[in-house]
Nanobody
Framework: QVQLVESGGGLVQAGGSLRLSCATS????????MGWYRQAPGKQRELVAL???????NYADSVKGRFTISRDNAKNTVYLQMNSLKPEDTAVYYC??????????WGQGTQVTVSS
C-alpha cells in the first residue's frame, strides 16, 4: 500500500509560480509511474503531467512549456513546478500513483487558486 501527501498549493496572482510536492510512503517499489491531475469546479478531473520510473514525462497541451514534473528518488517525492500561472489553472490538484498491480492511489488534493 502507498500513501501520498500533497503540499504547496495556495493563492497566487496570474503570471506567478507555485511548486507542488507529493511525498510518498509505503510500498513505493510497487509504483509504476506517478502523475498530477487537477479538477476545477464543475469539470472532470484531468491529467496535468506524469513521470515514469525511468524519468520520462508527458504533459497536457494546456500546460506544456509552463509546468515541469520531476522526482527526487532519495526523498521519495514528486514535484510539479508551475510557472506563468493563469486563472484557468485554478483547481484542486491531486497526486496519483499508478501501481504495477491494483488500483491507482490518490492523494487528498491541494487547492491552487490563480487570481487575475
Amino acid at each position: 500500500q502507498v500513501q501520498l501527501v500533497e503540499s504547496g498549493g495556495g493563492l497566487v496572482q496570474a503570471g506567478g509560480s507555485l511548486r507542488l510536492s507529493c511525498a510518498t510512503s509505503g510500498s513505493i517499489n510497487s509504483i509504476n509511474f506517478m502523475g498530477w491531475y487537477r479538477q476545477a469546479p464543475g469539470k472532470q478531473r484531468e491529467l496535468v503531467a506524469l513521470i515514469t520510473s525511468g524519468g520520462r514525462t508527458n504533459y497536457a497541451d494546456s500546460v506544456k512549456g509552463r509546468f515541469t514534473i520531476s522526482r527526487d528518488n532519495a526523498k521519495n517525492t514528486v514535484y510539479l513546478q508551475m510557472n506563468s500561472l493563469k486563472p484557468e489553472d485554478t483547481a484542486v490538484y491531486y497526486c496519483n500513483a499508478q501501481m504495477v498491480l491494483g488500483a491507482p492511489t490518490w492523494g487528498q488534493g491541494t487547492q491552487v487558486t490563480v487570481s487575475s
